[in-house]
């Protein structure tokens, strides 16, 4: 299809029949509707055109003396010519037409042809190029901008990430050895909130902006599974001791070992256990490892606040933009989950969440037990 194709260009039409004087005059009725027509009188004639031309509409006859219809739509099909077929045919029948729908076709044109009924066909099919090609415009003009928005929070992200280290780097070390009152303290503890904050938004987005580009890339290790769960546990022991929360783990592993990108399935297990935290207080996460075929599975339960319904069905989705605080007033930037979701399915593996308002929420990991249990078909480009 020709990807500049304007919506007041002319439609380009190739018309096969070996009846010539059929041809020529069916050619003259559309080439005065404004298309653009070309004719062969067989199918070795209307390939060597297709080589070297390319047609929004193919017309063709069915029964030709040395290629016929079939093989005509046979060769547009085995070619990946884009173009769409009609077929003109005096002997319908529903073989015919099954196997004409099999190769691509997209209309039937019945012969003898009604002059009004045949240009009211070429005008549908006409209508659906155009429409094809404006949706590849369409495509095209979303690619670019979404091009330009990673590239965008790629540069500004990386300008951000210096100076935000930096005013967290400096909040600190005044907290430490400043000579400071209670308000002073106080304020500087909100600096140092908000640059963290906003030093973790910035992480989220060049994560989001690598994974939409397709540069991150998996580093495959062999990694414990279960040691890998308890270095994310030890992470946040003292975020729910402060919160007054007891974390339990549970493996029934009898082989641990797994092959995955360690350093992305520990941020997803970060993301996951800390959120549980986030929204628990004076309740229990617990933390499960089973195996289940060839797949390790590590669920993270929590007797936290829960999420609604109208919000889990967003969760993961990154246009949702889903912020919610914690029981604390603990704010987070709403794209955790969604970079959670991508490095999962980088995997081949799967996520998903269970929740009940006021009762808790339960997430749940599957990942295979080796990179060679990928299917590379499945991975998002």
């Known amino acids: 299809m020709k990807e500049h194709q304007k919506q007041d260009d002319p439609i380009h039409i190739l018309l096969v029949d070996d009846e010539e004087k059929l041809c020529i005059r069916l050619a003259r009725i559309l080439a005065k509707d404004g298309y653009e027509i070309d004719t062969a009188f067989n199918g070795n004639d209307a390939i060597k055109l297709i080589d070297t031309k390319q047609y929004d509409i193919i017309l063709t006859d069915l029964n030709m003396p040395d290629k016929n219809g079939f093989e005509l739509m046979e060769y547009a099909r085995d070619h990946n010519i884009d173009s769409l077929i009609l077929v003109l045919t005096g002997y ?26 045949f240009k009211l066909t070429i005008r549908r099919a006409a209508d659906t190029v155009r429409l094809k090609q404006e949706n590849l415009r ?104 402060d919160k007054n929360n007891k974390i339990i783990y549970q493996s029934n592993l009898e082989d641990s070992t797994i092959t995955i990108d360690r350093i992305k399935i520990l941020q997803v297990l970060n993301n996951i256990i800390s959120n549980a935290i986030k929204f628990t207080e004076n309740g229990t996460i617990t933390i499960h490892t089973s195996s289940t075929g060839n ?87």
């Open 138 to 241: 369409n495509l095209q003009e979303l690619k670019k901008l979404n091009e330009l928005k990673n590239e965008f929070i790629s540069v500004v992200s990386h300008d951000l990430r210096s100076p935000l280290a930096t005013i967290g780097a400096y909040v600190n070390y005044l907290m430490k050895k400043g000579d400071l009152n209670e308000r002073q303290h106080r304020y500087l503890g909100i600096i140092r909130d908000i640059s963290d904050n906003l030093y973790s938004l910035v992480n989220e987005l060049l994560d989001i902006s690598k994974i939409e580009s397709g540069v991150i890339q998996l580093n495959y290790e062999e990694t414990d599974i279960n040691e890998l769960v308890q270095i994310s546990i030890n992470n946040f022991k003292i975020l729910a001791q």
């Open 92 to 117: 319908a029948s529903v073989d015919a037409a099954i196997q004409s729908i099999k190769l691509g076709a997209y209309d039937f044109i019945q012969k003898p042809i009604d002059v009004e009924t």
């Open 295 to 381: 797949r390790i599975q590590v669920s993270i339960d929590d007797t936290g606040t829960g999420i609604d319904d109208e919000d889990i069905k967003d969760i993961f989705d990154e246009f949702s933009y889903l912020q919610r605080n914690g029981t604390r007033g603990e704010s987070g930037s709403g794209l955790g989950m969604v970079i959670c979701k991508r490095f999962i399915e980088l995997h081949n593996g799967e996520i998903d969440v269970e929740s009940k308002p006021g009762e808790g929420s339960r997430f749940i990991v599957t990942l295979p037990l080796s990179s060679e249990d990928n299917d590379e078909s499945l991975k998002p480009n």
